[in-house]
C-alpha cells in the first residue's frame, strides 16, 4: 500500500507540474517572463496535486474503511483547500477574485463529490459482482 501511494505520489505531482507548465505556456498570451521564484509557486501546487490526488484520495476510496459520508466530506474539504491554495499560489489576482465565491465553490465541489462517489460506488459494484459470477462459474 505504501508503495503504490508513493509511486501515485510521484507520478501525480510529476504530471501535475507538467500539465501546470504545459497550460501556462499555451495561455501565455502577453509573452510575460516568468520569475525564476513563480517556479517555487507551480512545484507547490503539483506537490499539493500529489498530496491530495496521489495519496489522499487512493487511500480514501481503496485502502480506507471510514463510512461513505466521511469519505465524502474528507475528500472535499482536500479538494477545496488544495483548489483555493492553487489558485493563492497561481495568482493573487485571481485568488482576490473568486473570493467572494468560495462558499459556492465548496457547494459545488460537495456536489460534485457526492455524483462522483455515486458513479464510483456503481462502478465498483459491478466490478465485484463481475468477480464473483466468474468466481462461480469456475
Known sequence: MIKDLKNSFLSTTF????????????????HEMVNFLYIW?????????????GIAYPY????STLKVTS???ISTLLNF???VSSIYLLSLKVFEFIKPYLLVILVITLIGHI?????????????IAASLNSSLEQ
Not at 504530471?15 to 502577453?30: A, D, K, P
Not at 507551480?42 to 496535486?49: A, N, P, T
Open 115 to 127: 455524483i462522483g462517489f455515486y458513479f464510483f460506488s456503481k462502478y465498483e459494484n459491478k466490478k
Open 41 to 53: 509557486n507551480l512545484i507547490g501546487i503539483s506537490v499539493l496535486m500529489g498530496i491530495v490526488f
Open 60 to 63: 480514501l476510496w481503496n485502502y
Open 81 to 83: 483547500c488544495c483548489s
Open 71 to 73: 469519505k465524502i466530506t
Open 15 to 30: 504530471w501535475g507540474l507538467i500539465l501546470i507548465v504545459f497550460l501556462m505556456t499555451i495561455f501565455n498570451l502577453h
